[in-house]
């Protein structure tokens, strides 16, 4: 497998991510960890985190260069990481251009939740590490539109905040959110079963997402102040809606995202029963 003669996407070139860090074109098993044990050298480790079982043969295939990801149960994420819980080794991605070309079938019309998806979760997460903050950021996630069988394509930026009481004893887990809003998504009506390419431009305080090399929207954070959203290369920040429970008015702080600065990502693909996914090929560029 060779990536010498690889194009640099414009974004990443600009942003001076010009370094092939992460690739793998699917074209065998090859650079995958089947054996669940967590084995360096593996660019997916299918031992999966929050305490589930390693996947299965029959949740994943390689096949004429394409990675098909299935579910056997309903219910159940079919989900290959970068980064192995097991053997604690792998990759894990901080700053960068992230990519991956996919083919996704339409939703059965009652189908209710998100995915497939390709995002990277924090590491500290990932490995059940104690946290207070961390980050999450979904690259792609489609979520259905329910009774009419269009998905919609997403790209969000999370902070995830747990809260303790004076003993210690963890009462709550709540987050920040920026999601794009798909009223805003030229796309909107185009989504189809067709190949298309998702990436993520990830640089401090920044992150704008792209679909087929189209800038899609954008989001800025810092330690001190609100996090903003933009659409497209529009200057104006979109406006900021109260939310209907007044429970959740404050999901938005100042300093929110910033812990993006201190938390590197395991880069993960997923897919759930009755919306499986298919992947050409994954590639990250970095400096």
């Known amino acids: 497998m060779s990536f010498k003669n690889t194009p640099i996407p414009a974004a990443a070139e600009a942003a001076g991510f010009t370094n092939l860090t992460f690739a793998d074109d699917f074209d065998s098993y090859d650079t995958i960890d089947t054996s669940g044990e967590g084995k360096p050298g593996y660019l997916w480790y299918i031992d999966r ?110 902070h995830h905040h747990r809260y303790h009481d004076e003993e210690g004893k963890l009462k709550t887990v709540y987050g920040s959110n920026l999601v794009n809003s798909c009223g805003y998504n030229d796309y909107f009506d185009y989504i189809d079963e067709e190949w298309h390419t998702y990436a993520v431009l990830w640089e401090p305080g920044h992150v704008s997402w792209y679909w087929d090399n189209k800038l899609m929207h954008s989001a800025r954070y810092n330690e001190w102040d609100l996090p903003q959203y933009f659409y497209r290369n529009d200057p104006t920040p979109l406006p900021r809606l109260e939310h209907r429970d007044p429970k959740w008015a404050n999901r938005t702080w100042k300093g929110c995202h910033h812990i993006m600065e201190s938390d590197p990502q395991v880069m993960t693909i997923g897919a759930r029963a009755d919306w499986p996914a298919e992947i050409d090929w994954v590639r990250i560029w970095q400096k």
Not at 61 to 68: I, K, Q, R, Y
Not at 117 to 122: E, I, L, P, Q, R
């Open 49 to 158: 985190p929050y305490g589930r079982p390693p996947l299965t043969a029959e949740e994943y295939e390689v096949n004429d260069s394409v990675l098909t990801l299935k579910v056997a149960a309903p219910g159940c994420l079919t989900q290959l990481s970068s980064y192995s819980k097991a053997g604690d080794t792998g990759y894990t991605m901080q700053y960068g251009y992230a990519e991956i070309r996919m083919r996704i079938k339409m939703p059965d019309e009652n189908y209710k939740k998100a995915w497939p998806a390709f995002w990277g979760m924090s590491k500290r997460d990932f490995m059940g590490k104690g946290w207070t903050d961390c980050g999450e950021l979904d690259i792609i996630e489609m979520v259905p539109i329910h009774g009419k069988r269009k998905p919609i394509y997403t790209g969000t930026l999370h």
